[in-house]
C-alpha cells in the first residue's frame, strides 16, 4: 500500500500553498543557473498556478462525488467506454504521461452515467501517480460507488521520461490492464470485456 499512497492521498482543505509553490520554482531556477529577469520573470507564479489549478487538481476532487449510482435496475449486460483521453504527471521524475483509458464493469445492482466514468479517470489521473496505480485508483473508484459483479481498466500511455530522457524511446508505449472480479473467475467473461476494451484501440490504429 505504501507505494500507492501518493496517488491515492488527498490532501486536506487548503494544502496547496501558491506562495510556497512559487518559492520553490524560484529556487529551481536559481539551481539551474537562470534568474528571474527578464523572460521568466513570471514563470514561477504560471508555473505554480498550471499545478494547482490544473494537473494536481485531482486531489480537490473525491471519487465517491464523482460515479453517483442511477435508479434505474441494471440489465445483464457489459459497460464499457473506450478512448478516455486522460494526462497524468509521474511521481518519479515530475514528468507528464498521457493516453487513453478503456473503463468497463458487469453491474451487480448500480448503472452509473457514462460521462461518470470518464470524470472518475480525470480524478485519479490529475494526481500524482504512476500509469499501474492509477488503474487501481480507478477501479477502486467503480468499486466503491457501484459495488460491481466485475470491473476492467485498459490504460495506454506514452511516458515523457521514456521519450525525452532515459531510454529515448518516443515511439513506445505502455499498456496495462487490471480486472477483477467475474473477469478474473470467468474466462468467458473475461475474454467478452478484453474484447469490448480493445475493440477502440484496433479502430483507432486501422485509420491511421
Same mark, same amino acid.
Given at each position: 500500500?505504501?507505494?500507492?499512497?501518493?496517488?491515492?492521498?488527498?490532501?486536506?482543505?487548503?494544502?496547496?500553498?501558491?506562495?510556497?509553490?512559487?518559492?520553490?520554482?524560484?529556487?529551481?531556477?536559481?539551481?539551474?543557473?537562470?534568474?528571474?529577469?527578464?523572460?521568466?520573470?513570471?514563470?514561477?507564479?504560471?508555473?505554480?498556478?498550471?499545478?494547482?489549478?490544473?494537473?494536481?487538481?485531482?486531489?480537490?476532487?473525491?471519487?465517491?462525488?464523482?460515479?453517483?449510482?442511477?435508479?434505474?435496475? /441494471?440489465?445483464?449486460?457489459?459497460?464499457?467506454? +473506450?478512448?478516455?483521453?486522460?494526462?497524468?504527471? &509521474? %511521481?518519479?521524475? !515530475?514528468? @507528464?504521461?498521457?493516453?487513453?483509458?478503456?473503463?468497463?464493469?458487469?453491474?451487480?445492482?448500480?448503472?452509473?452515467?457514462?460521462?461518470?466514468?470518464?470524470?472518475?479517470?480525470?480524478?485519479?489521473?490529475?494526481?500524482?501517480?504512476?500509469?499501474?496505480?492509477?488503474?487501481?485508483?480507478?477501479?477502486?473508484?467503480?468499486?466503491?460507488?457501484?459495488? /460491481?459483479?466485475?470491473?476492467?481498466?485498459?490504460? +495506454?500511455?506514452?511516458?515523457?521520461?521514456?521519450? &525525452? %530522457?532515459?531510454? !529515448?524511446? @518516443?515511439?513506445?508505449?505502455?499498456?496495462?490492464?487490471?480486472?477483477?472480479?467475474?473477469?478474473?473467475?470467468?474466462?468467458?467473461?473475461?475474454?467478452?470485456?478484453?474484447?469490448?476494451?480493445?475493440?477502440?484501440?484496433?479502430?483507432?490504429?486501422?485509420?491511421?
Amino acid at each position: 500500500m505504501g507505494s500507492r499512497a501518493s496517488g491515492r492521498a488527498r490532501p486536506p482543505e487548503g494544502a496547496f500553498d501558491p506562495v510556497l509553490m512559487e518559492k520553490g520554482i524560484r529556487l529551481f531556477l536559481r539551481g539551474i543557473g537562470q534568474g528571474e529577469d527578464g523572460v521568466l520573470r513570471k514563470t514561477p507564479k504560471l508555473v505554480a498556478e498550471a499545478w494547482r489549478r490544473e494537473l494536481l487538481a485531482g486531489y480537490r476532487e473525491e471519487a465517491s462525488k464523482v460515479v453517483i449510482p442511477l435508479p434505474e435496475r /441494471p440489465p445483464e449486460a457489459l459497460v464499457a467506454v +473506450r478512448g478516455i483521453r486522460f494526462v497524468s504527471i &509521474c %511521481r518519479h521524475h !515530475l514528468l @507528464p504521461f498521457q493516453g487513453t483509458a478503456a473503463v468497463g464493469y458487469l453491474p451487480r445492482h448500480h448503472l452509473a452515467g457514462f460521462s461518470s466514468l470518464a470524470r472518475l479517470v480525470d480524478v485519479f489521473a490529475r494526481r500524482l501517480q504512476i500509469q499501474e496505480d492509477l488503474g487501481e485508483d480507478i477501479l477502486d473508484g467503480l468499486e466503491s460507488s457501484l459495488a /460491481p459483479r466485475g470491473s476492467a481498466c485498459l490504460l +495506454r500511455a506514452t511516458h515523457q521520461c521514456m521519450t &525525452c %530522457r532515459g531510454a !529515448l524511446q @518516443p515511439g513506445a508505449r505502455v499498456t496495462t490492464l487490471r480486472m477483477r472480479g467475474i473477469f478474473q473467475r470467468n474466462s468467458k467473461r473475461r475474454q467478452e470485456m478484453l474484447m469490448l476494451l480493445q475493440d477502440r484501440a484496433r479502430g483507432e490504429r486501422k485509420t491511421r
